[in-house]
Nanobody, 124 residues
């Protein structure tokens, strides 16, 4: 059984930082694409960042220069470091994985496995 389990997230004031991590079990992340998506209330899900197995990354324009996605294939985990957070970053953040290469831009339709979500709240 494949599981993606998120940790981290929480509440922070604008300008602060948070980190969310995702650990996979039952599925080898190496060789496959992983990424982060988010959904705010009343809005569609959007892609935040994805990273290939070799470390190539893509980011949503809204988070470029503030967020960094990374992965540790040996530990079967990946992380999203979020700096200079803004109130508009408030959302439920989901980790996801798909076989082989990344699809970007994406709202996640082709991503096969998903975490349960972790809330990130940024207050002004």
């Amino acid at each position: 059984q494949v599981q993606l389990v998120e940790s981290g997230g929480g509440s922070v004031q604008a300008g602060g930082s948070l980190r969310v991590s995702c650990a996979a079990s039952g599925y080898t992340l190496s060789g496959n694409c992983v990424g982060w998506f988010r959904q705010a209330p009343g809005k569609e899900r959007e892609g935040v960042a994805v990273i290939t197995s070799r470390g190539f990354t893509w980011y949503a324009d809204s988070v470029k220069g503030r967020f960094t996605i990374s992965r540790d294939n040996a530990k079967n985990t990946f992380t999203l470091q979020m700096n200079s957070l803004k109130p508009e970053d408030t959302a439920m953040y989901y980790c996801a994985a798909k076989d082989l290469g990344c699809v970007w831009p994406s709202r996640g339709e082709s991503y096969r496995f998903w975490g349960q979500g972790t809330q990130v709240t940024v207050s002004s």
